[in-house]
């Protein structure tokens, strides 16, 4: 029962954002944040070069603030053109749709992130079985981690096999915490 409550809660929360930014934004966010990591890895280096010769600031922090740096002027970029395609989508009052689009993803994002959470949650024994038990939800949401975890490592080589390893791990941290 309080699994199903905290779903529901999540749910009302994606609904409020999903209406708020819309199919268009939604999207753009999500893969702004995905350049955005990516342009800051591979340009940070050459960033932190530019930095360190124009302006004095300690070696130590030149990365921290060439990565940061690189990410933020990338995500912002992009939210800019999604904002002027979110408007031109107006304009053709296509924003119901948009809306409506928008609820939809950030359910489907808010549901998946929570199924994560669920499973690193089970496997530290932080929600009793007797919760999981009780929760009518459960069932459907929590096949979804695991899956979305051997997702990733399918998309992205950095998280292949993260499944196991974090199972394994969290295993391990329960075992810690149970003595």
Do not use: H
Request: aromatic share 12%; net charge neutral; proline share 3%.
């Amino acid at each position: 029962m309080l699994l199903d409550i905290v779903f529901a809660v999540v749910l009302v929360l994606a609904v409020i954002k999903g209406y708020q930014r819309g199919l268009v934004v939604g999207l753009f966010s999500l893969v702004s944040v995905i350049i955005g990591l990516a342009a800051a890895v591979k340009l940070s280096a050459a960033v932190a070069g530019y930095i360190g010769e124009t302006v004095k600031v300690s070696e130590e922090w030149l990365p921290v603030i060439a990565f940061a740096l690189v990410f933020i002027v990338v995500v912002v970029l992009i939210r800019i053109g999604a904002n002027a395609i979110e408007k031109a989508i107006e304009v053709v009052m296509l924003g119901w749709l948009n809306k409506l689009a928008g609820i939809l993803l950030y359910v489907i994002i808010y549901t998946l992130v929570f199924s994560v959470l669920l499973f690193y949650a089970e496997q530290m024994k932080l929600i009793q079985p007797a919760t999981i038990e009780k929760s009518v939800t459960y069932s459907y949401i929590q096949p979804w981690g695991p899956k979305v975890i051997d997702g990733l490592g399918s998309v992205i080589p950095f998280f292949k096999n993260m499944f196991d390893e974090l199972s394994a791990f969290f295993g391990g941290v329960a075992d810690n915490i149970s003595k």
